[in-house]
């Protein structure tokens, strides 16, 4: 089957590009192993989680939230604003379809998809001459190797199979990982009724969704060193010096961080408070082993725990199939350059999803994309 753009993925990012597409008359079909689009948020996002920027720097490019919605748009309503994307601009992915590889084709000057349908139980080729990977960042959760980990008599899992602590009531709940996702599983394993602790070793700047807005708003017209020290300022007012409580903060600011190294801040949830009250408790070592349900931890303490969730992060899996592509793509799987100028590699090969920077860096790609597959498949048929 012969196509001018195919997108692997069918996210947000697959979806924005697929838009932008429409909107410029270029044919596109969207690849999705799942059964559905966006299934990240609809399979491995928790009941509680929301946007954690103002649905204003959210936007998916050409279609604005709904005015009824909150600042902080909740799960449930992401996914209808991105139904109502889909149906708004055509947009049909076609799914099950997993890609086993993509390679580039010379002599044709196209790129060779690959793929099982695992609906049908077929082996499906697709040719095109633009290929947009739109797999993201978070194609695959990581869990960390630990010593005994196979052998915990106790559950664990990665953060994306959690969806809320109902199950976990009475429970002695470690969560790895103080990221938005770890603090955020860490409060809500404690409504449900779990005794919850959690593994704070990297140093992270927690704050407000309040203070996080500001400094957005104020990146317009200031410089990040003086946001950054704007909001250092103000999440120390807020919450005081959490290093008591074994949350350590980083020595650059948060938005340099994040700009540098596409680590978001964790904004808090609730969990500071419980961590000050003792009602989660905090470990600032790794864990070294476990035997049975007993963990063991860097400094020698151990404890019993029922259960273990790992907010450890994700992986992109986009070099397990595609074999070329290391112009755009370094050895993680991640684009070699830096935002903005991470889009772009050669022989119309692009990325979406990669930026670091969110949706916000999704809706700014999928543009960007779409405007210069327009240039070069629209010059070329002249």
Not at 331 to 344: Q, S, T, V, Y
Request: hydrophobic share 35%; proline share 4%.
């Amino acid at each position: 089957m012969e196509e001018v753009v195919v997108i692997i993925g069918a996210g947000p990012a697959g979806l924005a590009s697929s838009a932008c597409l429409n909107r410029l008359d270029i044919p596109n079909i969207i690849l999705e192993r799942e059964g559905c689009y966006a299934s990240l948020w609809r399979k491995k996002a928790y009941d509680r989680v929301k946007l954690h920027l103002a649905k204003q720097f959210c936007e998916l490019p050409y279609m604005s939230y709904p005015p009824k919605l909150p600042m902080f748009v909740p799960k449930n309503d992401f996914i209808s604003y991105l139904d109502n994307y889909a149906s708004h601009f055509g947009i049909n992915p076609r799914f099950h379809c997993y890609v086993e590889s993509v390679y580039y084709d010379k002599n044709a000057s196209k790129w060779c998809i690959v793929v099982r349908n695992n609906k049908l139980n077929t082996t499906e080729v697709y040719i095109a001459k633009f290929l947009v990977v739109a797999t993201g960042e978070n194609s695959e959760g990581l869990i960390p190797k630990v010593p005994g980990l196979d052998g915990f008599e106790g559950m664990y899992m990665h953060s994306s199979q959690y969806a809320n602590g109902k199950d976990f009531n009475g429970k002695d709940v470690l969560v790895v990982g103080c990221g938005n996702s770890g603090m955020e599983i860490a409060y809500d394993l404690l409504y449900w009724g779990a005794h919850t602790s959690i593994v704070a070793r990297s140093p992270v700047h927690v704050i407000s969704k309040e203070i996080v807005f500001l400094g957005m708003c104020f990146l317009k017209y200031l410089p990040c060193r003086l946001v950054d020290f704007i909001a250092t300022t103000l999440s120390k007012i807020k919450f005081g010096d959490t290093s008591k409580y074994g949350i350590q903060r980083p020595t650059e600011g948060p938005f340099y961080i994040k700009a540098k190294t596409g680590r978001s801040p964790t904004i808090d949830v609730g969990a500071v408070q419980k961590i000050k009250t003792g009602e989660i408790q905090v470990y600032i070592q790794t864990l070294s082993n476990i035997e049975g349900t007993e963990i063991t931890f860097e400094n020698g303490k151990s404890k019993q725990y029922d259960a273990i969730i790992f907010a450890t992060g994700y992986r992109s899996t986009v070099l397990d199939w595609l074999k070329d592509g290391k112009d755009l793509f370094n050895e993680n799987g991640m684009p070699k350059l830096r935002f903005p100028n991470h889009w772009k590699g050669g022989n119309g090969l692009y990325c979406a999803g990669f930026s670091r920077s969110g949706l916000m860096g999704i809706s700014l790609d999928a543009q960007q994309i779409a405007t210069d597959i327009g240039l070069a498949w629209k010059g070329a048929s002249k």
